[in-house]
């Protein structure tokens, strides 16, 4: 079955460091992928997403870029802030799976000023 | 505010009471999604609509939980005779394409 690998947490940074968060996927069909931010205490809220080959999805800084040869769509910022400081998921969806997202389990950043 | 509304916000009950969460999804989108999400992990996939027809429930949905979606808008889930174990987020999701958007979720707690 589908199933999505996110580098294990936590991770801390300072401010204004460079962020990578990395992200692998395995599915059977051709999949969209997806990141999604959730603040403490709330729902998930959709950072970028990506839904082809080579596509990069972009937001707030923010990129990711899929790459179907290594299954993979990882996060990155150039330069981050304390108010990025959540729980970063990554997620995919097929299209021949009722479109339902398979999420990785999280990845709990702190900036520290 | 146009996005996912869910109610409550947090349920606090007691086990083997039941319990009914409410999700408004975005007034177009004909896909409404469950998931449950416990701390530590990534959400879990419990059922799925279309309009008004439940179409996958994951083997998470015991027997004790139920969903509807009468008219194909709001949905309402249901925790019959609540578990210490049932304690998590529930969030729900709705679509009109690949992309899902997000409610702020319900947090149950059982006592």
């Known amino acids: 079955g589908d199933s999505v690998t996110q580098m294990e947490g936590p991770v801390t940074l300072s401010e204004e460091a460079f962020l990578t968060i990395n992200c692998t996927y395995t599915?059977?069909?051709?999949?969209?992928l997806f990141w999604y931010v959730q603040y403490p205490g709330e729902g998930l809220q959709l950072l970028l997403k990506?839904?082809?080959?080579?596509d990069k999805g972009s937001n707030k800084g923010f990129e990711a870029t899929y790459r179907k040869e290594t299954t993979s769509f990882h996060l990155e910022k150039g330069s981050v802030q304390v108010s990025d400081s959540a729980v970063y998921f990554c997620a995919l969806v097929e299209r021949d799976n009722a479109g339902k997202s398979t999420f990785g389990d999280g990845t709990t950043l702190t900036v520290k000023p | 505010d146009t996005g996912v509304s869910q109610n409550p916000r947090h349920k606090i009950t007691k086990r083997g009471q039941n319990v009914t969460f409410r999700c408004d999804p975005i007034?177009?989108?004909?896909?409404l999604y469950w998931y449950r999400q416990t701390l530590g992990q990534g959400p879990e996939f419990l059922t799925y609509f279309q309009n008004e027809a439940q179409l996958e429930k994951s083997r998470l949905l015991s027997d004790r939980f139920s969903a509807e979606r009468p008219k194909g808008s709001f949905s309402t889930l249901e925790i019959q005779r609540t578990e210490q174990g049932d304690s998590a987020m529930y969030l729900c999701a709705s679509s009109a394409t690949m992309t899902q958007y997000f409610g702020p979720g319900t947090r149950l707690l059982v006592l």
């Open positions: 990506a839904t082809k080959a080579d």
């Open positions: 599915a059977t069909g051709y999949p969209s």
């Open positions: 007034s177009e989108h004909n896909r």
